[in-house]
């Protein structure tokens, strides 16, 4: 079983592409509905994220194909942080660069909620 590559965050996000980033800003891409295929991939080939339906316990960020980011804002590294920017500067405009933003809009705020 071959590990997936990873590719720099710019250019999955100027080809619009979901998948996952590692704590340490490394962007693995997944096809559409692939997500779970990717990821089982990745743990079983060293680390990888949690299934997403128990994205609670992860450390990794999921970004979907249309450009959501499921994550949860306390466990995301300044890594990951700095390869969604680099997405989101990428991305050409549309619907997946806004939803990219709205996403990371959306974590920034429940940041600021969970510190008070």
Do not use: N
Not at 75 to 94: F, I
């Amino acid at each position: 079983m071959d590990r997936p590559v990873p590719i720099p965050p710019g250019l999955a996000g100027h080809r619009q592409l979901g998948g996952w980033i590692d704590p340490r800003g490394r962007f693995y891409p997944a096809a559409y509905c692939a997500h779970i295929r990717v990821a089982f991939l990745l743990r079983e080939t060293g680390e990888g994220p949690a299934e997403p339906w128990l994205m609670a316990e992860s450390w990794w960020a999921m970004v979907k194909s249309h450009g959501e980011v499921i994550a949860r804002p306390d466990r995301l590294s300044q890594a990951q942080l700095d390869s969604l920017s680099d997405m989101l500067m990428a991305a050409p405009d549309g619907p997946y660069r806004s939803s990219l933003l709205a996403s990371l809009r959306q974590l920034r705020e429940l940041e600021m909620c969970r510190r008070g």
